[in-house]
């Protein structure tokens, strides 16, 4: 029996290997195609050959798109496919609230000055560096340079890769070593997980040894995510968001970017600081944006300009809400005000088919993509006003049910 066993197995094997040759050939001849637009950032022919010599593809990624293979979709991250009560734990603000002020002793100075030349708090890129890589000591697991060369030839972005690809080059070209380029499966690398690309549109040498080094410069890393947010359009001076309380006649489905109005008007409308400070007469004229994270339920948030700009450094709401919450506790806030509610989360695959019907109604006009963000929660909200549904933005099975129907 162990024998046919291994006479099958062997066989299987045989039949794969043209497969896998076939794929490996093409996989080095799509590198090799890259060689002129690499030399056009400055890569010369012994970097490259050296960077791709005896690669292979990975093709264990996420976010792939093989021939004659079904999709691999992204691996579930947690900012979006966890309730908020389960992605905002007290247990983990209360450690890394901790480790963060002790550093903002360690590094009085640099966040100082970041300050000054970025107007990024110093509170705000030691949150991020926390979301990140937990300061540092999340251990990166994959080879940057493989990750991404597999990505750019069979991805989902395949264009967008190849160009993060190149740069990746570019880095080895320019010095960096290979073994520092570890990377998350989608190519970040460094203490605040910058693309390559990022890395020369927003890379500081804060340290001043004359290389940019976001993987062991902590100077460095910090400057170079504050000048990111600040060439992002940060506003200095400003907080990322106001927890408030919503009245019960707040309309949830208005809780999109495009509506604004200064924060001043808001409170007229009835919604109130949770922490009850007054505002100062230019804080009243800050514009802001209405968002309700789990729809009526949990918390509500007035969000200015600055709030987008971290989403534009990771686009999830809850990871945004992370960081900025995250900051206020380093700095000696406390919690949120409002508890998050033990709301369900419904599944992917549901979220998509709501998305759906939302489209063809005409309510919904952004990628269908199993997620339930704010413009999904603000085309559900209109649909709730349409049929005379309760009106809370929060997408349920009873409401999927109801579209079914």
Known sequence: MLMSIARVLLAAALLMAPTVARADAAFGAFLQSLYPEAKALGVSRATFDNAIRGLTPDYSLPDLAIPGQPDKAPPGQP???????????ESSFTRLAARGRKLAAQQRDTLARIEREYGVPGNVILAIW????????????HDAIRVLATQAFV?????????EFLHALKLLQDGTPRADLRSSWGGAVGLTQFLPSEIYRHGVDFDGDGRVDLVASVPDALASAAKQLANKGWQRGQRWAYEVKAPPTADCSIGVPDVTMPLGQWLTRGFALADRRPLSAAEQAIPASLLQPEGSYGPAFLTPKNYYVIKDYNFSDLYVLFVGHLADRIAGGGGFVTPWSKSAQLKTTEVE??????TALGLYRDKIDGKAGMLT???LGAYQK????????WPTAAVLDHMRR
């Open 79 to 89: 900012e979006f496919v966890q309730t908020p009560a389960q992605y905002l734990r």
């Open 353 to 358: 088919a709501m998305q759906g019907k939302l």
């Open 130 to 141: 926390a979301r990140e890589t937990d300061f540092g000591g999340v251990k990166l697991p």
């Open 155 to 163: 991805g989902k972005r395949k264009d967008m890769f190849r160009d």
């Open 377 to 379: 929660r603000a085309a």
């Open 386 to 393: 349409a049929n005379g549904l309760k009106l809370d933005c």
